[in-house]
């Protein structure tokens, strides 16, 4: 079993920044790839970074704003310029060996 927990959450003023935190512990595979999702009230979750080195994603929106940073088996959200759309639950995502973890989030709430 793999068990990811979020730290770094918290309420800003729009313009701020935040770093969320996720460490990994457990039976984790050598290979995996780690990432973020969100989920903001009355949507539905979606990918906001993920991967590692050349081959990162981001979503269109955090673009030039996030930037996601891996450590072995610990992944990083610099999250700079905060929108009030930026507001919602923060999941990290683990996946490895065809099996996919989630952490149980951490709510970014971004308002003046």
């Known amino acids: 079993q793999v068990q990811l927990v979020e730290s770094g959450g918290g309420l800003v003023q729009p313009g701020g920044s935040l770093r969320l935190s996720c460490a990994a512990s457990g039976s984790i595979p050598s290979f995996n790839i780690m990432g973020w999702y969100r989920q903001a009230p009355g949507k539905e979750r979606e990918l906001v970074a993920s991967g590692t080195g050349v081959n990162i994603n981001y979503v269109d929106s955090v673009k030039g704003r996030f930037t996601i940073s891996r450590g072995k088996n610990t992944v990083y959200l610099q999250m700079n310029s905060l929108k009030p759309e930026d507001t919602a639950v923060y999941y990290c995502?683990?996946?490895?060996?065809?099996?996919?973890?989630w952490g149980k989030g951490t709510l970014v709430t971004v308002s003046s």
């Open positions: 995502h683990l996946r490895a060996s065809g099996m996919e973890y």
